[in-house]
């Protein structure tokens, strides 16, 4: 019964911007018959969920080939050798998201390839599966960037839908 009321309220509880690591909820379930509150602790995410907007692959690809926008992969160099990459994307490994967006902006060309983005840039996150671009919005949020986007999907999604095209 727990499970399900939890199923049954999870996607309003993931829009909602304020809810936080560590954050108790009581859930409440009531009809004809019986009542009851259920008490559910979040360990899944630190980041608020209103720091970036989840995007499936119609709109990563619209996003995508829209030039002013950047796109990064947060997988580490070997998943793009071994798996492959995104076209368009640039990588900075997960692990480096914090000490990458904190760089003069010379330093971070020189390292990474592409000019810096600054606060106001459209930045879209994607690793593998969406947890790691999810983990790396939420970096650049607390860094000041405020348009966000995560391909919740990933290269998992992108290698399917693109298979064979």
């Given at each position: 019964?727990?499970?399900?009321?939890f199923?049954?309220?999870?996607?309003?509880l993931?829009?909602?911007?304020s809810?936080?690591?560590?954050?108790?909820?009581?859930?409440?379930?009531?009809?004809?018959n019986?009542?009851?509150n259920?008490?559910?602790?979040?360990f899944?995410?630190?980041?608020?969920?209103?720091?970036?907007?989840?995007?499936?692959?119609a709109?990563?690809?619209?996003?995508?080939?829209?030039?002013?926008?950047?796109?990064?992969?947060?997988?580490e160099k070997?998943?793009?050798?071994d798996?492959?990459?995104i076209e368009k994307?640039?990588?900075?490994?997960?692990?480096?998201?914090t000490?990458?967006?904190?760089?003069?902006?010379?330093?971070?060309?020189?390292?990474y390839g592409?000019?810096?983005?600054?606060?106001?840039?459209?930045?879209?996150f994607?690793c593998?599966?969406?947890k790691?671009?999810?983990?790396a919005c939420?970096?650049?949020e607390k860094?000041?960037?405020?348009?966000?986007?995560?391909?919740?999907?990933?290269?998992l999604?992108?290698?399917?839908?693109?298979?064979?095209?």
């Open positions: 019964m727990q499970a399900n009321l199923r049954r309220f999870l996607p309003a993931v829009s909602c911007s809810i936080k690591r560590g954050t108790f909820l009581t859930l409440k379930q009531e009809n004809l019986f009542a009851y259920t008490r559910v602790q979040l899944q995410s630190s980041v608020p969920m209103s720091a970036c907007k989840n995007v499936g692959f709109e990563f690809k619209e996003l995508l080939e829209n030039p002013q926008n950047i796109v990064i992969d947060v997988r070997q998943e793009l050798v798996d492959g990459r994307t640039h990588n900075i490994p997960l692990g480096e998201v000490q990458a967006l904190q760089l003069e902006p010379s330093a971070f060309e020189a390292k592409f000019p810096k983005p600054s606060p106001d840039s459209n930045l879209i994607s593998r599966s969406g790691r671009s999810l983990n939420g970096i650049a860094q000041g960037f405020k348009n966000l986007w995560n391909y919740s999907g990933g290269f999604d992108w290698s399917e839908q693109t298979k064979g095209k």
